[in-house]
């Protein structure tokens, strides 16, 4: 696959999924904008430097105005945004008598609010230039249950499937295409530290996984090139499982 010239936008891009999904697009010819609100982002970006088309941008991707001024920028600098992967989110471990209305609020805005405000905004652009590419990355939590996470981060990835779906539908006149990934839980610090809370080891939980580890985030990532590539042309409002068996 090769990605030269192709303009692609990456929010939570400054660790674990994110990182891995940005440098591989990178390593590919992309020209790959970063988003994130951890100020680590400075640090990541020096592994895209040795292309002066790649910028990065520090903000929160559920701030309307923030996300308009940042796509604005990318667009008036390249005239065209090729894709965007939406893969901006937390983790939520609370179980459900201990989510405060805050807490879930919190976590959908995170996971889902940011998906939705990002997808509305580089719409206007795609529907502009008639084409365009969408991945959202949601969870095999949205597709069933999570054994980590509380209720507010699968209902919120279980949303990201609904936006991905009904995206897909508004879109496709426009020659849009919008498709998500459910990743099963992957070697990510976020992950790391939420099973350290959970007092779960990861050699047992890797142990109940059908090809016996966990998810790398560079799996994770293959996968996205794969839908943003041409050669997913005919892929559409579809959620691919990228989970080592998980039923």
């Not at 719409?123 to 949601?138: D, T």
């Not at 994770?220 to 050669?231: H, K």
Request: glycine share 6%.
């Amino acid at each position: 696959m090769n990605f030269q010239n192709k303009v692609i936008i990456v929010t939570g891009a400054s660790k674990g999924i994110g990182k891995s999904i940005a440098l591989s697009l990178h390593l590919k010819g992309a020209n790959v904008f970063l988003i994130s609100r951890d100020r680590n982002l400075k640090k990541v970006f020096k592994n895209f430097s040795n292309n002066k088309n790649n910028s990065y941008f520090i903000g929160d991707v559920t701030d309307e105005r923030f996300v308009k001024k940042t796509f604005n920028i990318i667009y008036k600098k390249n005239n065209k945004i090729d894709a965007l992967i939406n893969n901006a989110g937390i983790s939520g471990l609370e179980k459900i008598n201990n989510i405060t209305l805050k807490k879930w609020d919190y976590v959908i805005n995170n996971n889902l609010k940011s998906s939705f405000v990002c997808s509305k905004i580089i719409s206007k652009y795609y529907i502009k230039q008639n084409y365009g590419n969408i991945v959202n990355i949601s969870s095999v939590a949205g597709r069933n249950y999570s054994i980590v996470a509380g209720v507010h981060y699968t209902a919120s990835k279980a949303g990201v499937i609904g936006l991905t779906k009904q995206l897909a539908y508004e879109l496709s006149k426009y020659n849009v295409r919008v498709n998500c990934i459910a990743p099963s839980q992957t070697k990510t610090e976020t992950l790391i530290k939420s099973l350290k809370q959970k007092k779960i080891n990861i050699k047992t939980l890797s142990n109940k996984l059908p090809l016996g580890r966990l998810a790398e985030p560079n799996d994770i990532a293959n996968a996205c090139l794969f839908l943003v590539s041409d050669q997913s042309s005919y892929i559409n409002g579809s959620v691919i499982d990228v989970n080592g068996g998980i039923i």
